[in-house]
């Protein structure tokens, strides 16, 4: 079974959606045997976001300290462990060159083991707008079901742009959308082609166990997962885990899921090395 994550959140700085502290879930992940653990927390920044969530950050220079800050808490926790503790950040791709301007200045300045390209916002193709998907209820109330179509368009879209931007080590919850917004015209397609584009690429993705807690599958869902294997594109597992209890969660399920699909592409911390 896989022993490491490379997907998980800590609570830093009081702001963030973990439920624990570095030390925490460093010592537990040592306790479980494991040989790794990354620790990712969200960088969810652009700057046009709303301050929405704590953690959503509109000012670049804020992010960039915040996250030295981070970083530094993180490896301070990790000196007092064996246990091999990398540090990285689940980022929010966005396709402006203002976003890649902005994020490119702050990659030279933070000292990340590895970075998870991941996508949990609904916005408008200028970027003028953004929403995350758990906020929906913050959606202008004159939005029409047409325009709502559109900016979901954009979330699935920007799955394949994530993927294509070449910048991550590897991607998020490829289908994580569906947790919030289920029904969507051509959802299908959308999947296919973040499928083509993960193959095209052969950028390693995450099968994300937290998904069990939530819609009781993994990401991604069963169809694109086994069609993945099939086509070998590289994976490993991620439990995104938000407390330590959530730590190396449904990785035997998943193990034999993706046995039963054949999978013969696993890939281990060599994917760090980028
Ligand atoms: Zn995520
Ligand atoms: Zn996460």
Request: proline share 4%; hydrophobic share 40%.
């Amino acid at each position: 079974m896989q022993k490491f994550t490379l997907h998980c959140h800590t609570n830093a700085l009081g702001i963030f959606d973990g439920q624990n502290t570095a030390e925490e879930m460093i010592s537990q992940a040592e306790k479980l045997g494991f040989e790794a653990i990354g620790i990712s927390n969200h960088l969810c920044w652009h700057p046009n976001m709303q301050h929405s969530h704590p953690m959503f950050m509109n000012d670049e220079q804020k992010t960039v300290t915040m996250f030295k800050y981070i970083l530094e808490e993180i490896r301070t926790a990790a000196a007092k462990h064996k246990i091999k503790v990398y540090v990285g950040a689940e980022v929010d791709f966005f396709p402006s060159a203002a976003w890649r301007n902005g994020f490119e200045r702050m990659l030279k300045q933070l000292d990340f083991d590895y970075i998870i390209g991941s996508n949990h916002f609904i916005f408008k193709p200028d970027e003028s707008y953004l929403c995350n998907i758990y906020h929906l209820d913050l959606l202008p109330p004159s939005l029409g079901k047409e325009d709502f179509n559109k900016l979901v368009r954009q979330h699935w879209d920007n799955v394949v742009n994530t993927i294509k931007s070449g910048y991550f080590n590897f991607l998020a919850h490829a289908d994580y959308c569906v947790i919030k917004i289920p029904e969507f015209p051509n959802l299908e397609a959308s999947r296919w082609k973040i499928i083509e584009a993960l193959d095209e690429t052969r950028m390693p993705f995450e099968v994300n166990t937290s998904g069990f807690n939530r819609i009781n599958m993994q990401h991604p869902c069963d169809w694109m997962l086994k069609e993945l294997c099939r086509r070998g594109v590289p994976t490993l597992l991620s439990d995104d885990a938000h407390s330590v209890s959530m730590l190396g969660q449904y990785f035997e399920k998943t193990e034999n899921l993706l046995q039963s699909f054949n999978c013969k592409n696993r890939v281990g911390l060599e994917i760090l090395k980028k």
